[in-house]
């Protein structure tokens, strides 16, 4: 059985109620939209809209029923938590790219013979002179 996006994303932030989702479809395709179909970016927004959602959520208490609202933020919360914390969906770790490079001898030696750079003088270059009872007058 194939996934669509949508369930993907849904399967990744854990709203897969088909009988009461907690977002629409079109906000995941919103968030899908936006993130060029990242279903691992468009989950961690999805998520954090979720949690916007369920923290709005309070206790309530229908006859037998009771609805605890603020416990299930404050798991889902925590959950999103690991989540995040989970470096395989860093972006850091999985877009950064190794540069390794400088300048040659070669080339600081032109730019400091370019007189068109600006150049300064490294303090042990210069001659400096003390001056002897620099307080007297």
Known sequence: MSLTTIQKVRLEVGDTSTELPILADSSY???????????????????KSLLFVMSTRGDEVVDIF??????AANAYREALKMYIKDQNLNPVFSLADIYAGG???????????????????????????????????
Do not use: C, W
């Open 29 to 47: 395709e919103y968030f899908l939209e936006k993130h060029n179909d990242s279903i691992s970016r468009a989950a961690l927004d999805a998520a």
């Open 66 to 71: 009771s609805i605890s609202g603020s416990k």
């Open 103 to 137: 300048i040659s001898v070669s080339e600081m030696q032109t730019n400091i013979d370019d007189a068109d750079n600006n150049y300064v003088n490294p303090p042990n270059s210069q001659q400096v002179t003390l001056v002897d009872n620099v307080f007297e007058v």
